[in-house]
């Protein structure tokens, strides 16, 4: 029988997850602080600890790293309600076998304790690994589910080689995940260079990407490295790599496949070693579909998928995020940071965010100007911009097709008593698919963004035969 080890303060957390063990035939052993953990941990086997990061008496990772250099060997699960990207990498790359933001559900611990369990190997983990800017999990401000979702994300893929491409609305940081995901890795002391893809010169644009010989071509007057060369030993970042133009693609498909470019006017191959991330706020399966973007390359650049909440869905995360850029932005002008009404973060709260994070830090900083150093109040910030929603034409257009497979159906079946079944058919599998691919095949987070039970959504994906 396995011995799970409880390290938290909350009760009802303790209370529940020793429920949890227990149902899966585990003893478990519940304690309240590091200290107790400890005792615990010498005095008695245990095969795994599921240890909160706040703690009275020592943080949970580093609880983690001194029952490590103890020679302590069991999994460690590592649970937290005020993780950042620090914590979560700390974790993950410290020897943790997962890392859970809560609030959490049931199934998400379940799964997590099945599989430490079953995957136990007995090896110490190396140790924690140190990131070398500090600062940099102070700029990724916010500490909702959605974005610990994303924390741990990248956690994973920091240390590993694999390409990763990131996909969210404009505004949402990928380029600040692309950053942190570079930061985290052992490419940490190469170059990250950004090619913003929309902004390349079409004319110029396998210049600019691949580098160029002198006299290569009028103006050419001196060789010059592209950006593929320049990001040797580091990480190059794509954004929007949807506006790559399409005659490029197939070339810079082999430059990443094979890490080896050849200049514009030259015969004689390079070697460069980059890591490769790329960002787009397009689906590029609808880019694959118009023909826009090659499917072999959208499979080399999406081994690992990250994508990043838009602001309306981390509301949690918005009076932080507030109070960050009134001090940032007060900083950056020399003068004191002014405090912000509750009455100021309940309008912030409400409002849509088409534009997410750039558009908030914008409203701030209008408010600082009108406020001029007073308290930021409801009257200091600008109206709300309604935009129009770009998606409506495509409703327009799922309406359209909904009721013309509705006239063709009930033209050729005017007695059939089924169109409710059938129309429930045609629409939930697609639905139903669409959710599980972005949710990576997890089906305790497809369910709950569908609004089902996990156990409903695959009973319906099993009789789909999915």
Same mark, same amino acid.
């Given at each position: 029988m396995s011995r799970v080890l409880i390290?938290?303060?909350? *009760?009802?957390?303790?209370?529940?997850?020793?429920?949890?063990?227990?149902?899966?035939?585990?003893?478990?052993?519940?304690?309240?602080?590091? *200290?107790?953990a400890c005792i615990v941990a010498n005095?008695?086997?245990?095969?795994?600890?599921?240890?909160?990061?706040?703690?009275?008496?020592?943080?949970?990772?580093?609880?983690?790293?001194?029952?490590?250099?103890?020679?302590?060997?069991?999994p460690f699960i590592v649970i937290t309600a005020y993780g950042d990207l620090g914590t979560a990498v700390g974790a993950i790359q410290g020897g943790a076998f997962d890392y859970i933001a809560k609030p959490f559900d049931v199934i998400t611990v379940e799964r997590a304790v099945t599989s430490a369990l079953s995957l136990r190997s007995g090896e110490t983990a190396e140790g924690p690994y140190v990131p070398r800017d500090?600062?940099?999990?102070?700029?990724?401000?916010?500490?909702?589910?959605?974005?610990?979702?994303?924390?741990?994300?990248?956690?994973?893929?920091?240390?590993?080689?694999?390409?990763?491409?990131?996909?969210?609305?404009?505004?949402?940081g990928k380029e600040l995940i692309a950053r942190s995901i570079h930061e985290y890795s052992?490419?940490?002391?190469?170059?990250?260079?950004?090619?913003?893809?929309?902004?390349?010169?079409?004319?110029?644009? *396998?210049? *600019?990407? =691949?580098?160029?010989?002198?006299?290569?071509?009028?103006?050419?007057?001196?060789?010059?490295?592209?950006?593929?060369?320049?990001?040797?030993g580091g990480t190059l970042f794509f954004d929007e790599v949807a506006d790559i133009p399409v005659e490029l693609q197939v070339k810079l498909l082999r430059a990443i496949e094979y890490g080896e470019i050849v200049p514009v006017?030259?015969?004689?191959?390079?070697?460069t070693d980059f890591r490769v991330i790329s960002a787009s706020h397009r689906d590029l399966r609808q880019s694959i579909t118009n023909g826009s973007f090659r499917e072999d390359l959208f499979f080399r650049l999406g081994a690992y998928m990250i994508e990043i909440p838009p602001l309306r869905t981390r509301v949690h995360d918005i009076r932080e995020l507030t109070l960050h850029f009134v001090q940032q932005l007060s900083d950056a002008s020399g003068n004191p940071s002014p405090p912000v009404s509750d009455d100021a973060v309940r309008d912030l709260e409400g409002r849509h965010w088409r534009g997410n994070v750039r558009e908030l830090r914008n409203v701030i900083e209008h408010a600082l100007i009108v406020a001029r150093g007073n308290m930021i109040r409801p009257e200091h910030l600008p109206p709300s911009i309604e935009l129009p929603d770009v998606r409506a034409g495509d409703a327009g257009h799922l309406d359209a097709s909904i009721e013309s497979w509705l006239?063709?159906?009930?033209?050729?079946?005017?007695?059939?008593?089924?169109?409710?079944?059938?129309?429930?058919?045609?629409?939930?599998?697609?639905?139903f698919e669409e959710v599980l691919h972005r949710h990576q095949g997890n089906f305790a987070s497809?369910?709950?963004?569908?609004?089902?039970?996990?156990?409903?959504?695959?009973?319906?994906?099993?009789? =789909?035969g999915s």
């Open positions: 390290v938290d303060d909350e *009760e009802s957390i303790c209370w529940g997850l020793k429920r949890l063990a227990e149902g899966l035939g585990c003893t478990s052993l519940v304690v309240s602080s590091a *200290e107790q005095r008695e086997p245990i095969d795994l600890a599921i240890v909160d990061v706040r703690l009275p008496d020592m943080d949970g990772l580093s609880l983690m790293r001194r029952l490590q250099s103890e020679g302590k060997s069991f500090a600062d940099l999990r102070k700029r990724i401000v916010g500490s909702s589910p959605a974005l610990q979702a994303v924390f741990k994300q990248v956690a994973m893929v920091a240390e590993t080689e694999a390409s990763v491409h990131l996909f969210g609305e404009s505004g949402t052992r490419r940490k002391e190469g170059p990250f260079v950004v090619v913003h893809a929309a902004a390349i010169n079409m004319a110029l644009a *396998e210049s *600019e990407l =691949f580098g160029h010989v002198r006299g290569a071509f009028t103006g050419a007057e001196q060789t010059r490295a592209g950006l593929l060369e320049q990001a040797n006017g030259s015969n004689r191959p390079i070697r006239d063709d159906y009930l033209t050729q079946n005017s007695v059939a008593n089924d169109v409710h079944a059938r129309l429930l058919d045609r629409v939930e599998r697609i639905l497809a369910a709950r963004q569908l609004g089902l039970h996990r156990v409903t959504l695959k009973r319906k994906m099993d009789e =789909f």
